[in-house]
Structures are given as C-alpha cells and as structure tokens.
C-alpha cells in the first residue's frame, strides 16, 4: 500500500477511522502516549498567553507550533512503522524457517520411504531369482538344493585337504632326500677311513 502524504488538517478521533493497519496502531500509540492532551496543553498555553504580539507574529508561532507538531507526529508514526516492519520481518522469518524445516522433513521422510521401496524392490528380485535358479537347478538334477549346497562344502573341503596333502608330501619328500644326503655322507666317510686304514696297514 503506497504511503500516502500527511495531512496536517486531519485529526485522530478513534483507532476505527482507518482502514491501514499501521494508521491504527499510529492512532492507539498516540493516544496511549497522550500526544492529543500534549497538543491541547499546548494550544491552552497558547491562548493564556498575553496578546500583546502582533496578529503576524502570533500566526507565525502558531504555523511554527502546528509545523513542530506535525514533524513529532512524522517521527512517530516513522519510528512506529519500523518497530511494526522489524516485528513482521522476525514473523516472516520464523514462519519461513518453520516452513523451510517442515519441507527438509518431509524430503526427508519421502527419501527414506523412496529407499525403503526400493530394498523391498530389490529383496523381492533376490527372491524370484532364487526360486528360479531353484526351479531351473530341479531340471538338471534330482538333488534339492540343500544337497547341492552339502555336496559343493564337501568338494570345497576336499580341496583343500589335497592342497595340505599335497604341501606335506612335498615336505616329507624334502625331508627325506636330506636324509639320504646325510647317510651317503656317512658312507662315503667310513670308506674314506677304511680306506686309509688299510694303506696304513701295508
């Protein structure tokens, strides 16, 4: 609503008259304030004083009165419309983090309910493709699947007992090719010395 220009001529009668929101709170300001008895203090201590001023001087205090009055109105009803413009920024603030908040929650919880569709999606496949891997495994053998499971274990496990057996042979075959090092060793030692035993002899 566009500020419409001041009216020195008009006077405040009740909060009813207007129809700005901001003109009544002008209104009730003022007449808590006791701007319209300070006037009229005013305007008695204007008429008690003598008339000894010319009609000149004497309009030209009243125009100075009327014009200092008129500027303490200007500044209150500025400084009112401030005070109401802060208190509608701090609501529109909150309204709209309480807004703000309200629509993170609900991306929130539209997420999570996405993601929860989804793993019930993907825990659905997992089952269809189990009972079809089932169905098809029944066409190939008359064994149940817990068989096969039991079955492939075993053939697992004996894997990799030959591949320990496989680690000990190789180590046992070591073991003993040093062993008949050693004994050839000790063979050829007691020819050595048989052998020097009998040139000692001759």
């Known amino acids: 609503m566009p500020r419409q220009r001041w009216n020195n001529s008009g006077r405040c009668e009740s ?39 010319s009609p000149v001087a004497r309009e030209a205090r009243r ?3 009327l ?8 500044d209150l009803e500025r400084y009112e419309r401030r005070q109401l413009m802060a208190v509608a920024r701090n609501r ?12 993170v929650r609900n991306m929130i919880a539209c997420e999570l309910s996405e993601r929860k ?3 019930r999606e993907w825990q659905q496949a997992q089952r269809d493709m189990g009972a079809l ?3 098809e495994f029944s066409k190939l053998t008359p064994m149940t699947p817990h068989k096969f499971k039991a079955v492939c274990r075993l053939i697992r496990s004996e894997t990799v007992m030959r591949r ?19 004994e050839q060793l000790k063979a050829l030692g007691s020819d050595l010395n048989e052998y020097r035993r009998r040139i000692a002899l001759h």
């Not at 304030?33 to 203090?41: D, E, F, Q, R, T």
């Open 63 to 65: 125009r100075s009165e």
């Open 15 to 53: 909060d009813n008259s207007y129809a700005d929101p901001l003109q009544q709170l002008l209104a009730r300001n003022l007449q808590r304030k006791g701007a319209a008895a300070v006037l009229s203090k005013r305007r008695v201590s204007q008429l008690a004083r003598p008339s000894c001023i």
């Open 92 to 103: 529109f603030h909150v309204m709209m983090c309480a807004f703000f908040g309200a629509a």
């Open 117 to 119: 569709a989804l793993f």
């Open 164 to 182: 320990r057996l496989q680690v000990t042979e190789a180590q046992d075959r070591d073991l003993y090719a040093h062993f008949m090092y050693l």
């Open 67 to 74: 014009m200092r009055s008129a500027q303490e109105l200007m």
């Open 133 to 135: 891997i089932d169905r």
